[in-house]
């Protein structure tokens, strides 16, 4: 039963523009939501959080959007640029922090 | 400093034998977490160890899968009798202290059973 959900596969944006990945989640419990972003033969790396407290983190070009209501996470990357083409993943996690929960990822590809 | 190692990169084995993986985490991390990701899903937390506390191991999918971390280190997840479906890629995370997000990956270890 997957608590976390990444429902685009992929996205394509053109480089200067908008992109927004999205996330669903089913659990009420979480507590904090993580973006990572992955180039190929890496590991994840941290990109962005927001704790349950809050609706928006901003750090630079990215945002993360948390409505809690409709259980829903978003990042928006502005302007996109050809470097940003990765995966990237939402994770949740309760408020132990022993268990973290990972969407199945989103393939972003900024065209030039 | 150094990050996250994981080795070897890669594994090939044959169905039933065993297998060990090695993680070496970020120095004075306390905690650690092994996920793997098979192809096309998301990472799957499979344990997690917290200083000297006893480790959560709920994400264990099967008997055949264990994990120890000697001296609050080196962690090691071992597979015993390999499946076919244990292919995936091994991801191991520290961070500094549980609870305070970053978790530092490392590159994984692509294991192959044929």
């Known amino acids: 039963d997957q608590q976390v959900k990444q429902n685009s596969p992929s996205l394509s944006v053109q480089e200067g523009r908008i992109s927004i990945l999205n996330c669903d989640y089913t659990?009420?419990?979480?507590?904090?939501f993580l973006w990572y972003k992955k180039y190929p033969a890496e590991g994840p790396t941290f990109l962005i959080s927001?704790?349950?407290?809050?609706d928006k983190n901003e750090d630079g070009r990215f945002t993360v959007f948390l409505n809690k209501s409709a259980k829903h996470l978003s990042l928006h990357i502005v302007p996109s640029q050809p470097g940003d083409s990765a995966v990237y993943f939402c994770?949740?996690?309760?408020?132990?922090?022993?268990?973290?929960?990972f969407g199945s990822g989103t393939k972003l590809n900024v065209k030039p | 400093g150094a990050g996250v190692s994981q080795s070897p990169s890669n594994k090939v084995t044959e169905k039933g034998k065993d297998v060990e993986l090695r993680c070496d985490p970020i120095?004075?991390?306390?905690?650690l977490y092994w996920y793997r990701q098979s192809l096309g899903q998301g990472l799957e937390f499979l344990i997690y160890?917290?200083?000297?506390?006893?480790?959560?191991k709920s994400g264990l999918p099967s008997d055949r899968f264990s994990a120890e971390r000697t001296g609050g280190s080196v962690s090691t997840l071992t597979i015993q009798r390999t499946q076919q479906e244990d292919s995936a890629v091994y991801l191991c995370?520290?961070?500094?202290?549980?609870?305070?997000?970053?978790?530092?990956f490392g590159p994984g270890t692509r294991l192959t059973v044929l």
């Open positions: 659990n009420s419990m979480f507590d904090y």
């Open positions: 995370a520290s961070s500094s202290l549980a609870g305070l997000n970053t978790q530092y």
């Open positions: 160890f917290q200083g000297n506390s006893a480790p959560d």
């Open positions: 994770a949740a996690s309760g408020n132990n922090f022993n268990k973290f929960y």
């Open positions: 120095s004075g991390h306390t905690a």
């Open positions: 927001i704790s349950s407290i809050k």
